[in-house]
Each structure stands twice: as structure tokens, then as C-alpha cells.
């Protein structure tokens, strides 16, 4: 499962990187990649032959874990036999594909638009929403994130958005439910839900329920930090969508295609928006691909009215044969089965007993392999491990867990105060108990940074 060690082909590779490569969300000069000869399965390594446990699945994208030999074959194959074609045309893996999409996706949401990306596909749900309604704001929480092209960014709600945001783009954010660090004051959940409906609500009133074409919401936030709604919220923002005429988009980019233990997060709680997102998990991100899928009234807006938006690789073979094997990979492995049952069988029970012996965690939550550990400095006054936003200096102790964590082989999904449980939706439950057990050593870490 891992190479010969190689580190003057990893050298080569770093200084062709640190040359040439400019990279996300970074200042150049401060980052420090890593230099990555293979991969399989839920394991990388660097040229060094250091193996790592992959507890970030990529980008929360690698559904199905690396270099999957029925999904590598079926892009080979699309390769030989039609590699790329317009759009315009009708082909088998892209009909496919949809058609494989659409039997998945809740209620009416059966037309499929590719997109490349996730925030491509955020795009373009908004510009539907703003044609079908007539109308232009949107609505998205703090505490959110929908992507880096324009418009997503500005949807988004975490300190990714400032550098961008114009506040010209016709978005209005407003708070979601959280009850651990609750923005209404309340005490169960019951309060949490009906708080934050009501803040919607007047929301909606404050700024005009005649100019706003639609609330934008992930289903269940992911980088932001995985907050389970509480029961009854989702239903009750479709009601007030219902009762406004206003387009309801569930963000599923991270969250769909086996993520949570169903194939999208809406089915867990019943409830079904006019147009979904999604990407990453459509093809565990071997093609890049993403989409918006589409319920039959908004379809119909655009029966005879052109749709005045398209892009020139939407659909590309490649990405939708990559996507129609990975879906019926999933289907055939009980991939999204696994996702549940472990989840429940192991992840929550040792990520809740990791937190009664750590007084760096404050909350564990999730669903599926979908979880989030919050680290405080203080359980009581539930102070963040360390600040909002911070950097430098200001992040030690999350830095320092972090390190702590990959000096031991597990490479983990940290943002902020959080690390985050998101392995491949197929990992294996031993692959889990040693990445847990490294998780458990990390903590240690953490927790010399706490007051109590």
C-alpha cells in the first residue's frame, strides 16, 4: 500500500510546487505542503514512505476513499471511448449519470444542470431562483460556507467571505441553530428551533418578504462545523419558504452521497428543498463535477423560456462515468450503509467517551462519518481552544494538535477550534479504532492548553 521511499523524487516535487503552484487560502510564503507520492483507499504517504490515515477524506470528498479500481477502470474506459463532447449533445454516462442522481435525490428533484464545481453549482441555483421568483436577495446563515466564486462567497458565512464580500451581492445573512453556543439565549432544543425560526422569520419581514427569491442553507453545515439542525427546524424553514413564495436551496455539496449514512442529509429529516446542490461525494472528487438538481416547478420556469446560463465542460464524460460507477459502487458495497451503522456503533461512542476524559472537548456531534469535536479552553465558559479566526501565534494549540496528530499517522480536518471525524464512508471499523486511537493521543496535546 505504500511506495518504495523516494525523497529526491519528493524534493523535486516540492520545488516545482513552492516555483510554480499558487495556492488556496494561503499566503505563499507561509505554507509548508506536503509532498504526496500515493495514495489507496483511506491511506496517503509522502516520499518519505510515511503512511497517513486520511481522517479528512481530501476535502470531505473522497466518498469511496482513493484510487477505487472500479471507479479508475470506468474512467479509463470513457477515456478510450469518448473522452470529452459538448454539452449540447446527448451521451450515455451523462444521461446516466443524472438519471443515477435523480432516482436518489428527495421528492420531485429530477432534473439534473452539471456544474464543475460545488460553488458553480451554488451559482447557478441562485440565478434560478432569482429568474423563477423575480425577486433578487438571498438569505444564508453565519456560520456557513457555499464556495469561493463570487456569489458563493459572498453567500458564505465564515471570515473567508470578508476579503470578497461587496455588500452589493443582494445577501443577507442571519443566524441558525447552535445550541452550544446558542445565539438566543435558550436552553433545550425545543427553544433552539423555535428561537431561530422566529429570527428568520422576522428576518424575512424586516427586509421584505417581496424581495427575497430564496434561503440558502447546508443541510448540515459542514467546514463551519457540522451542527445537527434540531428537530422540526429544516420543516419549519420550508413552511416559511412556502408561505413567502420564496425558493428553498439545500447546500448538499458536503454532505451528500453517503456522508451522514443516507444518500443526502435532507432524508434525515424529512424534508425536500426546490433545487439541491451538490459535488465532492457525486464521484469522491476523481473528476471534478458538481450539479444542481432541480424540482418540476422550477424546471417548468425554463420549459420554454431559455435558461441564460451553461458551462462548456457541464457534464464531461469523464466526470459523470467516474460518477455513475462510484454510485453504483456505492450501491453494490453498502457504502452509505457502513457510513450509518459505524458511525453509530463506534464513532459516537468513542468520540462521546474520548470527551468525558479530555477536558479540552467541549461537544462532540454528528451523524454518519460526519463529525465534529469542538476544544475549549474552558468547559464551563465554553471559551474556544483558541480564538475565532485566529492565526500565528494566537493558533498554537491548535497547531500544536494538529502536529501531535500527524506525527503519529493521522492527518485530520482542523478549522478553527475544531477537528472534525470525516474518514472515507468505507473505512473499515479497524481503520477507525486507530485513527480514534491516535485522536485520543492528540487530545492529550490540547488538553495542556486548557485552564481547568
Known sequence: ??????????????????????????????????????????????????????????????????????????????????????????????????????????????????????????????????????RTKVLSTYRSYHGGTQQAVNLTGDPRRWASDSAAAGVVHFWAPYLYRSRFYAETEEQECARALEHLETTIAFEGPGTVAAIILETIPGTAGIMIPPPGYLAGVREICDKYGIVFILDEVMAGFGRTGEWFAADLFDVVPDLMTFAKGVNSGYVPLGGVAISGAIAETFARRPYPGGLTYSGHPLACAAAVATINVMAEEGVVENAA????????????????????????????????????????????????????????????????????????????????????????????????????????????????
Open 341 to 452: 451503522r459505524l458511525g453509530t456503533d463506534v464513532v459516537g461512542p468513542a468520540l462521546r467517551e474520548l470527551a468525558g476524559r479530555h477536558p479540552s472537548v467541549g461537544e462532540v456531534r454528528g451523524v454518519g462519518m460526519f463529525w465534529a469535536v469542538e476544544l475549549v479552553r474552558d468547559r464551563e465558559t465554553r471559551e474556544p481552544l483558541v480564538p475565532y479566526n485566529a492565526a500565528g501565534e494566537a493558533n498554537a494549540a491548535m497547531a500544536a494538535f494538529g502536529s501531535a496528530a500527524k506525527k503519529q499517522g493521522l492527518w485530520p480536518f482542523i478549522n478553527m477550534n475544531r477537528t472534525h471525524v470525516v474518514p472515507p464512508c468505507n473505512v473499515s471499523e479497524a481503520e477507525l479504532k486507530e485513527g480514534l486511537a491516535v485522536l485520543d493521543a492528540a487530545l492529550s496535546v490540547a488538553d495542556e492548553y486548557t485552564t481547568g
Open 1 to 134: 500500500m505504500t511506495s518504495q521511499p523516494h525523497p529526491e523524487a519528493g524534493a523535486g516535487v516540492k520545488a516545482a510546487d513552492r516555483a510554480h503552484v499558487f495556492h488556496s487560502w494561503s499566503a505563499q510564503e507561509l505554507i509548508d505542503p506536503l509532498a504526496v507520492a500515493g495514495a489507496e483507499g483511506s491511506y496517503f504517504w509522502d516520499y518519505d514512505g510515511k503512511r497517513y490515515l486520511d481522517f479528512s477524506s481530501g476535502l470531505v470528498y473522497t466518498n469511496i476513499g482513493y484510487q477505487h479500481p472500479k471507479v479508475v477502470a470506468a474512467i479509463q474506459e470513457q477515456a478510450a471511448s469518448l473522452t470529452t463532447f459538448a454539452p449540447a449533445f446527448a451521451i450515455e454516462a451523462r444521461s446516466e449519470a443524472a438519471r443515477l442522481i435523480a432516482e436518489r435525490t428527495p421528492g420531485d428533484l429530477d432534473k439534473i444542470f452539471f456544474t464543475n464545481a460545488g460553488a458553480d453549482a451554488v451559482e447557478h441555483a441562485v440565478r434560478m431562483a432569482r429568474l423563477h421568483t423575480g
